[in-house]
């Protein structure tokens, strides 16, 4: 069975940064899959932050364009999301994704939605203090 395991999370101020990274831990290659991460903030649906499709294209929610890059090491079968001038609306707990099979493109830029997903970590909690 698939699984997906992040880590990362932890507490910083505001304009700090936190790398989150997502390993899967046995089934599949994220090389060859449909990666993203989502947030979900307490009494608040669980959005899109970023993704990354099997070619290497990356579209971005607008609020996190500019600071979030998420990003892969095919060598380590990791996928990380380096977070960047951190605010205190990104305090969320962060979820890692894949998509299998996979044969969509995201350089339309478009977010793909939380229901292309079948295979979620347990997430990992991220806290920013003002």
């Known amino acids: 069975q698939v699984q997906l395991v992040e880590s990362g999370g932890g507490s910083v101020q505001s304009g700090g940064s936190l790398r989150l990274s997502c390993a899967a831990a046995?089934?599949?290659?994220?090389?060859?899959?449909?990666m993203g991460w989502f947030r979900q903030a307490p009494g608040k649906e669980r959005e899109g932050v970023a993704a990354?499709?099997?070619?290497?294209?990356?579209p971005y929610a607008d609020s996190v364009k500019g600071r979030f890059a998420i990003s892969r090491d095919k060598s380590k079968n990791m996928v990380y999301l380096q977070m960047n001038s951190l605010k205190p609306e990104d305090t969320a707990v962060y979820y890692c994704?894949?998509?299998?099979?996979?044969?969509?493109?995201?350089?339309?830029?478009?977010?793909?939605?939380?229901?292309?997903?079948?295979?979620w970590g347990q997430g990992t909690q991220v806290t920013v203090s003002s």
């Open positions: 990354i499709d099997w070619v290497g294209f990356a």
């Open positions: 994704a894949a998509r299998l099979p996979c044969y969509s493109s995201y350089s339309g830029g478009n977010l793909p939605s939380r229901a292309e997903f079948n295979v």
């Open positions: 046995s089934g599949f290659t994220t090389s060859s899959s449909c």
